[in-house]
T-cell receptor
């Protein structure tokens, strides 16, 4: 089955710096890659997603890049703010509606 | 309305109790999901309903019984749970087509004593 690895598991950055989280997947049939942000006590919220026919997507301070050949995709957050502190999950979808989640990255932005 | 609602927010139950978790969405989504999430872990898929029919059961113990009464509602019936079943239970919904955003509810924090 699909296997999604996510690194790092924890990440601390100074406010204003950039943060990068990387995920790799195993199944070349995966074609949809969402990123979710989960704040304490809340459900995951989609922050950005990318499909396999696109190499990069940007939404204000957040961007995602996809390398299909290498089977990896990354989340980039620029000009980080304290409210970006949360746990971030990547996921890959290869069949039906089933998501395979990465193990999560706990991001702390230090004011 | 892009919201998935879940009730109750918190639930404490004994191992002999029967309780139900409820989930509701009004986005017209025909796929609905139950996930279990332990602390500091990603959500684990339990069940998927597609067009109100159970399409995926990830080998979940029978003490968890899902139900989809209509396209807007999803229930999870709980009976004879174990303390290790304590977790955050998340409901999500999406369009049925492959590769679609899943919208998550806030979850029900379940504690089994």
């Amino acid at each position: 089955g699909e296997n999604v690895e996510q690194h790092p598991s924890t990440l601390s950055v100074q406010e204003g710096d950039s943060a990068v989280i990387k995920c790799t997947y195993s199944d070349s049939a995966s074609n949809y890659f969402p990123w979710y942000k989960q704040e304490l006590g809340k459900g995951p919220q989609l922050i950005i997603d990318i499909r396999s026919n696109v190499g990069e997507k940007k939404d204000q301070r957040i961007a995602v890049t996809l390398n299909k050949t290498a089977k990896h995709f990354s989340l980039h957050i620029t000009e980080t703010q304290p409210e970006d502190s949360a746990v971030y999950f990547c996921a890959a979808s290869r069949r039906g509606n089933q998501f395979y989640f990465g193990t999560g990255t706990s991001l702390t932005v230090i004011p | 309305d892009t919201e998935v609602t879940q009730t109750p927010k918190h639930l404490v139950m004994g191992m002999t109790n029967k309780k139900s978790l409820k989930c509701e969405q009004h986005m017209g989504h025909r796929a609905m999901y139950w996930y279990k999430q332990k602390a500091k872990k990603p959500p684990e898929l339990m069940f998927v309903y597609s067009y109100e029919k159970l399409s995926i059961n990830e080998s979940v113990p029978s003490r968890f019984s899902p139900e989809c009464p209509n396209s807007s509602l999803l229930n999870l019936h709980l009976h004879a749970l174990q303390p290790e079943d304590s977790a955050l239970y998340l409901c999500a919904s999406s369009q049925v087509n492959r590769g679609r955003e899943q919208f998550f509810g806030p979850g029900t924090r379940l504690t089994v004593l």
